[in-house]
Every structure is written in structure tokens, then in C-alpha cells.
Nanobody, 129 residues
């Protein structure tokens, strides 16, 4: 069982930045695909970014991003701290949502929320215009 706890959400003006964090319990964190998703009111949960081990060596990871965050958001992970981060810059009002951290047991990437096995409780991000 993996437990995920997000933090770092809040209210920010358009153009501002926030950094979300997600701390995971469990000893196999480094083998999990870790993803960030978001869900706005009345909408489905959508993929934002994920990070997975590349298979090319310790600490070398791939990252994938949704098109609407490329160049603005950066996902990173610290396996020593069992933590994944989402640095969000140049925030827009349309980025307003509850952001969720998800963990996928398998090493292959996925953009589908249904293919993640564990979820955090979510953290609210509100961007004012």
C-alpha cells in the first residue's frame, strides 16, 4: 500500500508560481511512475505530467507533459525523500483546479488516471486574473 500526501497549493495571481510536493510512503518509490493530474469543477481529471525511471541508470528519469503545460511546469523527484514535485510557473487562471498526485505500479508511462493505482487527497490551486 502506498500513501500519498500533497502540499503546496494556494492562491496566486496570474503569472505567478507555485511548487507542489507529494510525499509517498513505501519502499519502492523509485520504481513507480509518479504523475500529477488536475481536476477543475465539472471536468474530468486530466493528465498534467509524469516522471518514470529511464532504465539507463540510477537517478535518470524521463518526464512527460501535457501540451498545455509544456514550458511552464516542471516535474522532478527526489527518491531519497520519496517526494515528487511540480514547479508551476507563468500560471494562468485556466490552471485553477485541484491537483492530485498519483502513483502507478508499472514502469511504463500512462496519461490515463484510471491506470494509476494510488492517489493523494489533492491540493487546491487557484489562479486569479
Amino acid at each position: 500500500q502506498v500513501q500519498l500526501v500533497e502540499a503546496g497549493g494556494g492562491l496566486v495571481q496570474a503569472g505567478g508560481s507555485l511548487r507542489l510536493s507529494c510525499v509517498a510512503s513505501g519502499r519502492t518509490f523509485s520504481s513507480y511512475v509518479m504523475g500529477w493530474f488536475r481536476q477543475a469543477p465539472g471536468k474530468e481529471r486530466e493528465f498534467v505530467a509524469n516522471t518514470r525511471w529511464s532504465g539507463k541508470g540510477i537517478g535518470i528519469y524521463y518526464a512527460d507533459y501535457a501540451d498545455f503545460v509544456k514550458g511552464r511546469f516542471t516535474i522532478s523527484r527526489d527518491d531519497a525523500k520519496n517526494t515528487v514535485y511540480l514547479q508551476m510557473n507563468s500560471l494562468k487562471p485556466e490552471d485553477t483546479a485541484v491537483y492530485y498526485c498519483g502513483a502507478r505500479r508499472y514502469e511504463s508511462s500512462s496519461y490515463q488516471a484510471s491506470e494509476y493505482n494510488y492517489w493523494g487527497q489533492g491540493t487546491q490551486v487557484t489562479v486569479s486574473s
